[in-house]
């Protein structure tokens, strides 16, 4: 049983497209998280959403969005996608009230724009 | 945005112990250090965390200098599998986490 379970596990689209990466979790996480983690490695995160709010990070272009349909889903849609897009994306989930864990991440999804 | 500092990367010999270590001096009392790794193309794992008292599991130990400025993982018996790049962040609850460039180890046969 997969905890935080992302699809596809790779991707390859053209530039221009729009594309859905998928994550789902069975943990019964109340927050899920999406982070980028480039060709250097650094991972950085783009969002963090539960319930009651959407914490966005400033510096993800607006061509990102993430949606969740119900507590256990959070996709992330990317439009009008760049070469600059390519990356691993991993998504991530946690309960907010407990310290204990941190964050339980996904396989990640590579993305590749061409 | 990380609040931590790592050494670039270490080896270790396969039996032995892997003593990773990581400053936080500007830690605040509410802080908490953590330790994920993440081996590669895969998603970052945890490890441990603590607040002020050392910690043990089944994966690893967590050393924190009583002024709580550094911190030292280590793996007892270090093994192949353990090669991975090794994060030490910092947190308080409900904040998010920061990966800074983590420490990249390396277990040699």
């Known amino acids: 049983d997969t905890a935080v379970s992302q699809t596809p596990k790779y991707l390859v689209t053209q530039m221009g497209n729009d594309k859905s990466i998928k994550c789902e979790q069975n943990?019964?996480?109340?927050?899920m998280y999406w982070y980028k983690q480039d060709s250097k490695k650094f991972l950085k995160i783009m969002f963090s959403y539960n319930n009651k709010e959407l914490i966005i990070n400033e510096t993800v272009p607006n061509r990102f969005s993430p949606k969740s349909p119900d507590k256990a889903h959070l996709n992330l849609h990317i439009n009008s996608l760049e070469l600059g897009d390519s990356a691993v994306y991993f998504c991530?989930?946690?309960?907010?009230?407990?310290?204990?864990?941190?964050?339980?991440f996904g396989s990640g999804t590579r993305l590749t724009v061409v | 945005d990380a609040k931590t500092t790592q050494p670039t990367s270490m080896d270790c010999a396969e039996g032995r112990a892997a003593n990773l270590p990581c400053n936080h001096s500007?830690?605040?009392?509410?802080?908490?250090v953590y330790w994920y790794r993440q081996i590669h193309s895969q998603g970052p794992q945890y490890i441990i965390h603590g607040l002020k008292n050392n910690e043990t599991n089944e994966m690893a130990s967590l050393i924190i200098t009583e002024d709580r400025k550094s911190s030292t993982l280590i793996l007892p018996h270090a093994t192949l599998r353990d090669t991975a790049v090794y994060y030490c962040i910092v947190r308080a609850t409900r904040e998010q986490f920061y990966f800074g460039t983590g420490t990249s180890l390396t277990v040699i046969p």
């Open positions: 991530a989930s946690s309960q907010e009230l407990q310290t204990s864990y941190g964050y339980t």
């Open positions: 943990l019964g996480h109340d927050t």
């Open positions: 500007t830690i605040s009392g509410n802080e908490y």
